[in-house]
Each structure stands twice: as C-alpha cells, then as structure tokens.
C-alpha cells in the first residue's frame, strides 16, 4: 500500500473492517495483514520521504480493526507501540517491504512488524537529551510481552485485553 488517495484509504478501510470475513460469527477474528512497500531512497538509519506517512497509515489501519472488534480499551497503546515498530523497520530494516499482522486470540491483541533485517534490535541507551532511540523501552514497559523473532526479522508485542491489566 503506497498511496495515499481517498479512495484507496476507503477501500483499505472496508478490507480492515471485514478482515474477519463476510457474515463471520466467530468470536476470534482472522488476523489482519497488510504490508508496505519500502521506497527505493530509502537509506539506512533514516526514514524516507516517500515513507514518512506510513507509520500514520498503518495507526488508522489498526484503529479501524480495533473499533471494529470492540478493543478501544487497548487502543493507546497499541497505536503507540505500532508506530514504534514501523518507524523502527522502515529506519532500520532492509527488506523491500515492512509488513503488519495483528492478531486478536485468548485475550489479547498480538502485532507483529516484519522489515526484513537479520539485525536483532536491542534496546538502546540513548543520553537525556536524545530525540530518538526510546522506542523499544516503550514497547517494553507498555506491553503484556514482547519478543522478536530468531531471525531478527520480526518484531512483535502483545496487550491484554483484560481491562487494567498490567505486565
């Protein structure tokens, strides 16, 4: 998805808010995917451009699926930690494509970013005046868990939907 187009935005929408398929009954929701392409001016360490709107696509994307699947009580943060993840692969990661897999099972939201990288990230110390580089310790300290997959490739975290609920 690399339009922004009122149209495409629409359509994106009706997909989103019928990710659980048509006349659908079940009370666990097929996971939604979706992906973006990575701009080929994209340079290591910064976010292109022609990429700087998706992390903001991809919140309205995770919205839409969570108002749609009654989840509001999760949505702050799982908006937050989303944009983490998505800036950090279209910074750092070096695949063609970032993609997104939001999962809603056993009571929690699992959402999974997959930029291509073998990088393992790690939690960095940034200095106190530092404008970056806080991101993981946010996903840190705002998710049930989170955990990136063996090849570096997949970042994830996971809320409970259990109101109040704390790591």
């Known amino acids: 998805m690399t339009t922004t187009h009122p149209v495409e935005q629409e359509h994106t929408r009706r997909r989103v808010l019928s990710a659980d398929g048509p006349g659908a009954h079940s009370s666990t929701p097929a996971p939604l995917m979706f992906s973006f392409d990575r701009s080929p001016d994209s340079v290591p360490g910064a976010v292109s451009p022609r990429n700087a709107c998706q992390p903001r696509q991809a919140r309205r994307i ?94 994830w975290f996971v809320l409970s939907l259990t109101e109040g609920a704390t790591t």
């Open 62 to 155: 995770l919205r839409a699926a969570l108002r749609h699947w009654k989840c509001v009580n999760v949505m702050d943060s799982a908006l937050l930690l989303l944009t983490e993840l998505v800036t950090n692969a279209l910074q750092h990661g070096d695949g063609p494509t970032v993609g997104v897999r939001v999962e809603l099972r056993d009571g929690c939201l699992t959402v999974a970013v997959t930029d291509g990288s073998a990088a393992v990230p790690v939690p960095r110390g940034p200095g106190p005046d530092a404008e970056n580089g806080r991101g993981l310790f946010l996903v840190d300290a705002l998710s049930t868990s989170w955990g990136v997959s063996p090849d570096g490739g997949t970042t």
